[in-house]
């Protein structure tokens, strides 16, 4: 796929991209000319003069995304341990300045303003919903500092100020479809939470849907946190549907699947392809509840690599037997060390080097080979379908031929002319 110039990647002014904020749906080309970060890269309070540099975390460790967040968290605080013992970054030791998004967007974007601005880190690490996201991207464009998403998202949009570690749009969403496809099923039921990233995903989705002959038989939404899904999945259980792309977030998921499960719906005759479950959810939905459906991702614990047995390993030393690793964990954990490459290939803590830097930077993660592509940000991710063992573990199905070039905008796909 070809690789799009930076100046489309990355083109529209900050300020327009504030008023697209408050459209549900909507990506964003954001500005990667210096002039539209005003005065913030020369009144930076970043200090690197002594033994230490600061880093910013910001996840949810309260609310209905903590379920998901922590365990990003802990990832973070493995992967800045290990740095650490290894001799820092550029010979400095990470000094951490660790934050609570609350689960709500504006919390994360005030958030970001202090590590930014009081806590003087040299780049933020976090975010989970696009809502999330959204909210604290004006934020580091204006101030001129970097963001390390770690999160699978909807695309349709890049920022120089942005490096997003988990999947855009055609390393998860478009081969979980591809993969429903290619196993006969022809009638799609949408469930999602109500914001940002359920409805933009499955606008792609319909899009898709429309150049693939298959049908879209219902499309619902439930709020963030909500447990009633009585409605919903009696509306799944009626529509003569033969699976389910579901993009719920949080612990919305206990809820569904469990009254999924009340009226009889089964992996088997019905299944569900999630894209916002993991290991860490699997034991908070109950695996008797989710056992045999599918997930797509980029990440399973189950990856058989050296990288991937060294990680695992030492994250449960850290964190004890019982825990498991996960995709958005692995992101995250995989988006610090791409960070301390990008520096030490800079020479350079400075924003601008840093992003000079970026393009193929490689680093050889648990879930196999990324590279950063420097045009938009993103970087080149193996696409993974997998199904819920028994031991509540996830196996692949199905994975894509090597990692997939990121494509956020959905440029090589006529079905989807129009979308951004």
């Not at 992967?79 to 609570?100: C, F, P, S, Y």
């Not at 976090?126 to 970097?146: C, I, N, Q, Y």
């Not at 478009?174 to 939470?193: H, T």
């Not at 490689?362 to 590279?371: C, D, L, R």
């Amino acid at each position: 796929m070809n690789k799009q110039p930076r100046s489309r990647a990355l083109a529209l002014p900050a300020a327009a991209l504030v008023v697209a904020l408050g459209v549900a749906g909507c990506g964003a080309r954001t500005s990667d000319d210096p002039a539209d970060a005003g005065t913030a890269a020369s009144s930076s309070c970043v200090d690197t003069s002594g033994d230490t540099v600061k880093i910013g975390f910001l996840n949810s460790l309260s609310g209905t995304m903590a379920i998901s967040e922590q365990t990003v968290r802990d990832s973070l605080d493995l992967a800045a341990e290990e740095i650490n013992a290894d001799g820092g970054v550029l010979g400095k030791q990470l000094e951490i300045v660790a934050e609570d998004g609350a689960s709500e967007p504006t919390v994360f974007a005030e958030k970001a303003e202090k590590l930014i601005s009081s806590d003087c880190v040299a780049a933020v690490f976090g975010g989970w919903t696009s809502s999330s996201r959204k909210a604290m991207l004006p934020v580091f464009e204006a101030k001129d500092s970097l963001l390390f998403y770690p999160v699978q998202y909807e695309g349709l949009e890049a920022s120089p100020n942005i490096f997003y570690t988990g999947a855009t749009t055609n390393q998860q969403i478009l081969p979980g479809m591809d993969y429903l496809k290619e196993q006969g099923k022809s009638k799609i039921f949408l469930v999602g939470s109500d914001y940002v990233f359920p409805r933009t995903a499955n606008k792609e989705i319909v899009a898709w849907a429309g150049a693939n002959d298959v049908e879209i038989v219902g499309e619902e939404y439930a709020p963030l946190g909500h447990t009633d899904f009585a409605t919903i999945v009696n509306k799944l259980k009626g529509s003569g549907a033969d699976a389910v792309f579901n993009t719920l977030n949080g612990d919305s998921n206990v809820a569904f699947f469990k009254e999924y499960k009340n009226v009889g719906l089964a992996a088997e005759t019905l299944p569900v392809v999630s894209v916002s479950i993991a290991e860490e959810e699997v034991g908070g939905i109950g695996i008797d509840n989710i056992v045999g459906q599918l997930t797509a991702w980029n990440y399973y614990q189950t990856v058989d690599s050296p990288a991937n047995t060294t990680f695992v390993e030492a994250f449960k030393a850290k964190f004890g037997d019982d825990r498991v690793t996960s995709d958005p964990m692995e992101a995250a954990y995989t988006s610090l060390y791409l960070w301390k490459l990008m520096v030490e290939k800079a020479e350079s803590f400075e924003v601008a080097d840093i992003q000079e830097a970026a393009d193929g930077t490689t680093f050889e993660a648990p879930e196999g080979t990324v590279t950063v592509n420097g045009d938009n940000h993103h970087i080149a991710k193996t696409a993974l379908i997998g199904k819920i063992g028994p031991d509540g573990l996830i196996y692949t199905e199905w994975s894509s031929d090597g990692p997939i070039e990121p494509d956020p905008f959905l440029e090589g796909y006529d079905w989807a002319e129009g979308l951004s």
